[in-house]
């Protein structure tokens, strides 16, 4: 069965703080995404990677990076976490062309 | 500003009844159209998808109709029963890329 986990469910973090979110898929694809979730908004893409060391800029990069240093794990990371980044954070992997995208649970990020 | 459109944002429907939720989009350069179905504290899973050469696709209780000269696509849920409660979300993806762009979701509920 296809796996996409992302490392941590609830997180809860103090304004400024840097903030790693972490995801593996065990699939083997090449394309991996970042996504917020957000009422109202639907899925937004934050940054994905075609390939190790490789990445682009989605939607609403602001705030963001990325590391992809191994094919089987894309992190993002909050530089300076902000309230306003308090989101539900989807990460999706994806062999590539118009096939199917399998997203991760999801981590629902706090920060006060 | 959200290049895929999506109504409702929320849906109440009768056990048995049809739900129908529609989309509509600019981009004339997008050629795959997925639904996704998100449970609570799950991530999407794809649901249907659908390429502009077809006006229709039915799997199930599930079809996709498809108006290319409108720009609008939707999704008919036939026999709405109280497992079909969730989220869904239209999706687009243009023939350059593998960027899914998402609509702003509806969050569906089917009363016993």
């Known amino acids: 069965d296809v796996k996409v986990t992302q490392s941590s469910r609830y997180l809860v973090k103090r304004t400024g703080e840097k903030v790693f979110l972490e995801c593996v898929q065990d699939m083997d694809h090449e394309n991996m995404f970042w996504y917020r979730q957000d009422p109202g908004l639907g899925l937004r893409l934050i940054y994905f990677?075609?390939?190790?060391?490789?990445?682009e800029k989605g939607d609403i990069p602001e705030g963001y990076s990325v590391s992809r240093e191994k094919k089987e794990r894309f992190s993002l990371i909050l530089e300076s976490a902000s309230t306003n980044q308090t989101s539900m954070y989807l990460c999706a992997s994806q062999e590539g062309g118009n096939t199917e995208a399998f997203f991760g649970q999801g981590t629902r990020l706090t920060v006060v | 500003q959200q290049q895929v459109k999506q109504s409702p944002q929320s849906l109440i429907v009768q056990k048995g009844g049809i739900s129908i939720i529609n989309c509509a989009y600019e981009?004339?350069?997008?050629?795959?159209f997925p639904w996704y179905q998100q449970f609570p504290g799950k991530g999407p899973a794809l649901l249907i998808a659908?390429?502009?050469?077809?006006s229709e696709k039915k799997e199930g209780r599930f079809t996709i109709s498809f108006n290319k000269s409108a720009k609008q696509f939707s999704l008919h849920i036939m026999d709405s029963q109280p497992g079909d409660s969730a989220t869904y979300f239209c999706a687009a993806k243009g023939n350059a890329g593998n960027m899914l762009t998402f609509g702003g979701g509806t969050r569906l509920m089917v009363k016993p």
């Open positions: 659908i390429r502009p050469d077809v």
């Open positions: 990677s075609y390939d190790v060391k490789m990445k």
């Open positions: 981009n004339t350069a997008f050629d795959y």
